[in-house]
């Protein structure tokens, strides 16, 4: 079936990680965020082309405050670097979810990696922040309420790519493969309408120690898969 175009990740089990090796789940965290540019790299040579690694959900605000300040630390930290990468590999760098609950400064830099990075073609990083599936479809639909509304679309004309273009993955293709690390066999929350047709692949691996050769792994699994889109 070849090498999917697409990869989307739940990068999970860095708590976990942390505590069986006696460390705080926030020293799992910062391995986590390591992490992200060796499998990006590591995707990239592969031939992947898209990869969307959903990084902290809309039901993440409910941990521990420390926690969440440590999460953020981290973003905001690998954002500040990933001009410079996006630029030598020629990798257009996206953030979707709601990102107006963010820290002012945060939201900036987002931007501004998002525009400056806007014009790269050689691969695409989308990260998940502030990301819930249930919240990106309501702000769709209330977009597109207000597009009915104001007359700029024309509710016989609504149809399921209309759907697509109103939420945050509008020029995204959907994920060929959806990877989950750590055990945990759910979405939560995670790309409800793009998944539709996608193929799973659950490992046990924590993500902290997820690597070339277990993404090497999940995509030999998907290659011997048999996709068959309501066909025979
Ligand atoms: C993934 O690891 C990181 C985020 C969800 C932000 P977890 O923090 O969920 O680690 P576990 O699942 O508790 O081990
Ligand atoms: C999903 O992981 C969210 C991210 C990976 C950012 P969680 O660890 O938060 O999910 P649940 O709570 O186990 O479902
Ligand atoms: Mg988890």
Redesign the pocket.
Known sequence: MGVPKHVAI???GNGRWAKAKGLPRTAGHAAGAKNVRKVVEAAYHMGIRYMTL????T??WNRPEEEVAALMNLLDNYLKTCLAEAKKNNMRVRVIGDISRLDPAMQDKIRNLEEESANYTGFDLTFAINYGSRDEILRGVRKIAADVKEGRLDIKELEEETISRYLDTADLPDPDLLIRTSG?Q?L?NFLLWQLAYTEFYFTPVPWPVFGEKELKEAVRVYEERDRRYGKI
Do not use: T
């Open positions: 739940i990068l999970d959903y990084a902290f959900s039901e993440n945990e759910r939560s």
